[in-house]
């Protein structure tokens, strides 16, 4: 996109490096309850692995992958199972955001559902994260049309 | 003659603002304010109420779920922004 010509180097890496990173985006997801991380943090190493993709090939590459639609309501779905949870807790009688209600619905005791709400909202925050930053991106990228612009000498 | 002005305002305020730092407390101080309001009870029960080890997770999600919520939001709402200044559909 930002070449005129494709390098076999740079391809070839980022398709060894796209699949580990996206891996990482995971760990660093599930390992946000023992270590540093989380959804944001999380969220931003998998759009990382989806921005490098259109650097390295083209953006029709990941316009397969993300088409509009699905990026806007993935944007608006990590929003909603956090807001949900929220109200999922509301309804089975605690208060907004109060995890342990959730001991209700889930074989755990209220501690432990504290822990599972948690790992629940973080993954609402990873999608919508993941999500805003893939759209921000491609938006950015080619000034709001989605279509790539510069010629290429094959394709 | 404008210009001049403006470094005096810019001085005075400085001024004052020196003043306030003066009666904050030392860094790192354990008995300041901010240590003793909340902190004691995150780092001493996080653990037993949450079921998270890591304390920043515990805070984070749990004992300040709006704020996180909220931030979520604003992070979606940059995204429409953007989309909407930006996306040109074509006719």
């Known amino acids: ?46 759009a990382a692995s989806f921005i490098l993709m259109p650097i390295a090939y083209d953006l029709n590459k990941v316009k397969r992958r993300f088409a509009e639609k699905r990026t806007i309501l993935l944007c608006s779905l990590g929003v909603f199972i956090y807001a949900g949870i929220g109200w999922l807790c509301l309804l089975l009688g605690g208060n907004f955001l ?22 629940a909202i973080e993954t ?7 999500a805003v930053m893939v759209s921000i991106f491609i938006n950015l990228v080619t000034g ?11 394709d | ?10 001085i005075a305020a400085l001024m004052v603002l ?3 730092v003066e009666d904050l407390p030392p860094w790192g101080d354990p008995d300041q304010p901010a240590s003793l309001h909340v902190s004691p ?14 304390m920043v997770t515990a805070v984070l999600a749990d004992y300040r779920g709006y704020d996180t919520l909220f931030e ?13 200044l930006l996306r040109r559909v074509a006719p």
């Open chain 2, 72 to 84: 979520t939001a604003v992070i979606f709402t940059a995204g429409v922004a953007v989309l909407m």
């Open chain 1, 98 to 119: 109060d995890y342990g209600t959730l001991s209700a619905i889930l074989p755990v005791d209220p501690v432990m559902a504290r822990y599972y709400g948690i790992a």
């Open chain 2, 1 to 10: 003659m404008k210009k001049l002005l403006g470094v005096a305002i810019a």
């Open chain 1, 144 to 154: 709001g049309s989605h279509e790539e612009e510069m010629q290429k000498t094959h």
């Open chain 1, 1 to 46: 996109m930002i070449r005129e010509q494709e390098d076999i180097i740079i391809q070839t890496v980022c398709r060894i490096l796209i699949p580990f990173m996206q891996v990482y985006g995971l760990y660093v997801l599930a390992h946000g309850h023992g270590s540093p991380g989380g959804g944001f943090q999380g969220g931003c190493i998998f």
């Open chain 1, 124 to 130: 609402g925050v990873q999608i919508t994260v993941m």
């Open chain 2, 41 to 54: 009870r995150y780092i001493e029960k996080g653990l037993a109420e949450t079921g998270v080890p890591n």
């Open chain 2, 18 to 20: 020196l003043q306030g």
